[in-house]
């Protein structure tokens, strides 16, 4: 299906999200730049496959990753479905971040100055998410994860599991912030 997400530039979800422009995906999900609120803001929207097992859970993750404040974190603001040309969707809407870490790495490496610049960000990020009950999974750590936003790191971190399993109408579910890149 990656080829055909770019074609959905120009459709409008929920009445409310024109997709701007295509940033990028793979073939079970894509990411579109759109605008929310008043006045208008950049955000980042994401698109998955449903996946009608998991739907319900997926949905219950982002509305409590859009509970989740914290200054190094890409903030999520709303969730929900969809349909586009044939597919039913699952979106999540989230701070959009103009680059990542990843974007920058093949211009040149970091000076030892600016790693810790990196580093001491998504370390406190990474603290404050442990400190919710939730645990990073390490297999999703990436530098493509690490968005460069005003100036500021945030961690974008797609993958959380936690220390204790949350129950909430009958899902065991867990924190999990979406990933604008």
Not at 103 to 123: G, K, M, N, S
């Amino acid at each position: 299906m990656s080829e055909s997400w770019k074609q959905w530039e120009g459709q409008i979800v929920d009445a409310r999200f024109l997709l701007r422009r295509y940033l990028g995906g793979s073939e079970h999900s894509s990411v579109f730049l759109t605008e929310r609120g008043i006045p208008q803001q950049k955000v980042a929207i994401k698109f998955i496959q449903l996946d009608a097992p998991d739907a319900e859970l997926q949905l219950f993750r982002w509305k409590h990753a859009a509970t989740l404040s914290h200054p190094h974190l890409l903030r999520v603001f709303e969730s929900g479905r969809c349909h586009l040309g044939d597919f039913d969707l699952l979106y999540v809407v989230m701070e959009y971040a103009e680059e990542n870490l990843s974007q920058f790495l093949p211009q040149r490496p970091l000076t030892p100055a600016e790693a810790r610049d990196v580093i001491t960000p998504a370390l406190q990020a990474l603290a404050f998410l442990h400190g919710e009950g939730c645990a990073v999974e390490q297999r999703q750590l990436a530098i493509g994860k690490l968005s460069i936003q005003e100036s500021q790191q945030r961690h974008a971190a797609k993958y959380l599991r936690p220390q204790k399993p949350l129950q909430t109408a009958g899902y065991a579910a867990c924190s999990y912030r979406a990933l604008a890149h």
